[in-house]
């Protein structure tokens, strides 16, 4: 059944409250993040891609909300942000799928189950995905579960002198006094995604990158 929300707007449906996760077999999969080296002219460059149908998007945190551009894409195919205050937060205007890393009452996501990376198998079946401490490596490890071939990375700096690309982020998520992240082990958790995936292309486009789990070629070359 179509939302309120949607019929109001004119905008497409959201997702259906059953939990079809997307299939996505042989498809090369974008994942765009925050970090400070993302840029508008690769979110241009994929959003250009889209349109060809060259491949599938996944917008994580603020690169998912329309008010962040041109350093976002709120045409991207799912949004994905783990933490329930981020979704109460934003209440974004996505009309993708949505997906949580937790459950949030009164905004419309499907919740992942997030397993323990202590486990050091990544779960295979949609609707699971390694926890790894960030949004950013929930998104990489849930696309994988869609059957992708490729997975590109934007956006993924793991760490460097800035925390977010986008200059104006709301106040609530740039207190001090928020828990801050560790960015050694955001990093590490990386190194166990090749080895368990042999079959999928990955590649790191991200300007700038901590993680050295993957190549790291221009996303021109691959896409």
């Not at 329309?66 to 991207?76: E, F, Q, R, S």
């Amino acid at each position: 059944m179509q939302s309120n929300e949607a019929t109001q707007s004119g905008l497409p449906p959201l997702v259906s409250e059953k939990k079809r996760w997307p299939n996505w077999t042989g498809r090369v999969a974008v994942l765009i993040a925050t970090g400070p080296s993302l840029t508008a002219e690769q979110v241009a460059y994929v959003k250009q891609k889209r349109k060809q149908d060259k491949c599938r998007v996944v917008a994580i945190n603020e690169a998912g909300i329309g008010k962040y551009k041109p350093l976002a894409a709120p045409w991207a195919d799912v949004l994905y942000a783990a933490d329930h205050d981020w979704w109460l937060h934003y209440r974004p205007e996505f009309y993708g799928l949505r997906v949580s890393g937790e459950k949030v009452e009164g905004v419309h996501t499907i919740p992942l189950e997030l397993i323990d990376a202590g486990q050091k198998t990544m779960p295979r079946e949609p609707g699971k995905a390694m926890h790894g401490g960030h949004s950013g490596f929930q998104a990489l490890s849930m696309v994988l579960t869609f059957g992708v071939s490729k997975v590109i990375m934007l956006g993924y700096d793991a760490g460097g002198p800035k925390r977010n690309c986008h200059e104006n982020r709301d106040p609530f998520f740039t207190n001090p006094h928020r828990k801050q992240p560790s960015y050694a082990a955001w990093q590490q958790v990386y190194n166990l995604v090749p080895h368990q995936w042999p079959e999928v292309e990955f590649a790191n486009c991200s300007q700038y990158t901590r993680i050295t789990a993957f190549p790291k070629p221009a996303l021109e070359a691959v896409l």
